[in-house]
Nanobody, 117 residues
Framework: QVQLVESGGGLVQAGGSLRLSCAAT????????MRWYRQAPGKQRELVAG???????NYADFVKGRFTISRDNAKNTVFLQMNSLEPEDTAVYYC???????????WGQGTQVTVSS
């Protein structure tokens, strides 16, 4: 089993910044991608950003230039630096590990990000 624990969410004014962290423990797959998703009320969960073991990254168009994903492989931790936050970024943000072998997803419990206008 894999456990993911997110931290760093909170309330921030528009234009502000937050940094999310997600620490993974347990039987972490050696080849994986670590990702951040978000889900706003009444909307589907959507991919925000992802990063592979090798450091390749991908971003949703709506966060390009504002958010940066990074990871510390030694500590099995992934980060999401969020700058220039907008009220539309308000959502619960979920950490995810995707195991390529078998296509298995592991999820954290989520952390609330609220951006006030």
């Amino acid at each position: 089993q894999v456990q993911l624990v997110e931290s760093g969410g909170g309330l921030v004014q528009a234009g502000g910044s937050l940094r999310l962290s997600c620490a993974a423990t347990g039987s972490i797959p050696s080849i994986n991608a670590m990702r951040w998703y978000r889900q706003a009320p009444g909307k589907q969960r959507e991919l925000v950003a992802g990063i592979t073991n090798g450091g390749s990254t991908n971003y949703a168009d709506f966060v390009k230039g504002r958010f940066t994903i990074s990871r510390d492989n030694a500590k099995n931790t992934v980060f999401l630096q969020m700058n220039s936050l907008e009220p539309e970024d308000t959502a619960v943000y979920y950490c995810n590990i995707y195991r390529y072998y078998g296509g298995v997803n592991y999820w954290g419990q989520g952390t609330q990000v609220t951006v006030s206008s």
